[in-house]
């Protein structure tokens, strides 16, 4: 099992900037994939970025690239997202997932453990 917490959402203009950060605890962190996923209200969830265990093969969703960077901790069992030049349509709840395999993964049916998610509100 992997317990994932996250924190960091909130209320910002847009243009501004906010880091979210997800802590694990439980499993062996460094052997996980990790992903950033969003929901918004009335909406699929959606990928937003992801990261191999050892910290490379990152890759984002279209509509955040260039504004929003994964990174990971593996000493302190924590992945990152900040987020820059943050739009009203970046609202939704943010969600961090951990994978086992072989391949990281852009689709949330891959991923094994959810956090609680955390809220992001961009207001215009």
């Known amino acids: 099992q992997v317990q994932l917490v996250e924190s960091g959402g909130g209320l910002v203009q847009a243009g501004g900037s906010l880091r979210l950060s997800c802590a694990a605890s439980?499993?062996?962190?460094?052997?996980?994939?990790m992903g950033w996923f969003r929901q918004a209200p009335g909406k699929e969830r959606e990928f937003v970025a992801r990261i191999a265990w050892s910290g490379g093969n990152r890759n984002y969703a279209d509509s955040v690239k260039g504004r929003f960077t994964i990174s990971r901790d593996n000493a302190k069992n924590t992945v990152y997202l900040q987020m820059n030049s943050l739009k009203p349509e970046d609202t939704a709840l943010y969600y961090c997932?951990?994978?086992?395999?072989?391949?990281?993964?852009?689709?949330?049916?891959?991923?094994?453990?959810w956090g609680q998610g955390t809220q992001v509100t961009v207001s215009s």
């Open positions: 439980g499993r062996i962190f460094s052997n996980y994939h």
């Open positions: 997932a951990a994978r086992l395999g072989f391949y990281v993964s852009e689709f949330s049916r891959d991923y094994n453990y």
